[in-house]
């Protein structure tokens, strides 16, 4: 199983930014994905979900209404679209997949939202 999350970078307060997370070693579409942040001297913590068939997603309360978790099961992929960005959406970005109770991250991708 492999995660290799890309797409992050230094984007303005308000600004947006779209991450990806490519997915291989396993059936893509059969496993729901989850993404989640970490900010720097704090824990990792829940950002989206969504269902392997892409039906049913959910966000985090302090995400909800900004950002859109979308996958593209054909490629292998799941989206993290990022909108009205704010300074306490700085963090590493990590998309991970639970495949018979054992978890598997990605190495991660920095978004880092400043003036």
């Known amino acids: 199983v492999q995660l290799a999350e890309s797409g992050g970078g230094l984007v303005q307060p308000g600004g947006s930014l779209r991450l990806s997370c490519a997915a291989s070693g396993f059936i893509f579409s059969n496993y729901d994905m989850k993404w989640y942040r970490q900010a720097p001297g704090k824990e990792r913590e829940y950002v989206a979900f969504i269902t392997g068939a892409g039906g049913s997603r959910n966000y985090a309360d302090s995400v909800k209404g900004r950002f859109t978790i979308s996958r593209d099961n054909a490629r292998s992929t799941v989206f993290l679209q990022m909108n009205s960005l704010k300074p306490e959406d700085t963090a590493v970005y990590y998309c991970?997949?639970?495949?018979?109770?054992?978890?598997?991250w990605g190495q991660g991708t920095q978004v880092t939202v400043s003036s």
């Open positions: 991970r997949v639970t495949i018979n109770s054992a978890r598997y």
